[in-house]
């Protein structure tokens, strides 16, 4: 009988999830979650999400991230996924709060209990913050993205939800034996 594997990262940009994502849906042969800010942004012609801002589309454009990344999800057994519902909900609140409803939480907080296994990457374990004009590069802007997620993961586990899996260690191998050895045996390659 096949056990399903639905990974999913959360944590604040640079402390590693698309890398280590990558690597466990490599090891594990479960896709991997492509959709994301980036390509969101390229499907509404713009080359970032803040190019979304600029021309007044923030709105819209977390509204189709979120929706996009669902709907993949659901469409999927298997998947490995860098940033939860959760994740998208607070960059939607951090972007633009006046558009969020108790809808947007809720449905977050549903699509949620998908995943099989939460992994977290925090701040205070590894950050790398970009230069890289995509990523927000502000120390301050992070402990408060952090702060949110805490805040709604927190909500989560209490209501029942299932608890994540803190990423630890200092480079890629060590992050991933972190987390490894609590996912299904004999199910990687």
Same mark, same amino acid.
């Given at each position: 009988m096949h056990k399903q594997l639905r990974i999913a990262f959360i944590g604040a940009s640079g402390t590693g999830k698309t890398t280590l994502a990558n690597i466990l849906g490599a090891r594990y042969a479960i896709p991997f979650n492509p959709v994301g800010a980036r390509s969101v942004a390229s499907a509404m012609g713009y080359g970032t999400p803040y190019d979304a801002d600029r021309a007044g589309e923030r709105t819209l454009f977390q509204q189709r991230l979120i929706a996009d990344k669902m709907l993949w999800e659901k469409e999927h057994v298997d998947f490995v996924t860098d940033r939860t519902a959760i994740d998208n909900l607070v960059y939607h609140i951090m972007h633009a709060p006046a558009a969020v409803t108790r809808a947007h939480v809720d449905s977050a907080m549903r699509a949620m209990h998908r995943y099989t296994h939460i992994l977290w990457c925090m701040k205070a374990d590894f950050q790398k913050l970009?230069?890289?004009?995509? =990523?927000?590069?502000? *120390?301050?802007? =992070?402990?408060?993205?952090?702060?949110?997620?805490? =805040?709604?993961?927190?909500?989560?586990?209490?209501?029942?939800?299932?608890? *994540? /899996?803190?990423?630890?260690?200092?480079?890629?191998?060590?992050? /991933?034996?972190?987390?490894?050895?609590q996912l299904p045996a004999g199910a990687s390659k």
């Open positions: 970009s230069t890289d004009g995509f =990523h927000v590069s502000s *120390p301050v802007y =992070h402990d408060a993205y952090e702060a949110l997620t805490s =805040h709604y993961m927190w909500h989560f586990v209490r209501a029942g939800g299932r608890a *994540p /899996i803190q990423v630890r260690g200092s480079t890629v191998e060590s992050r /991933i034996g972190s987390v490894e050895w």
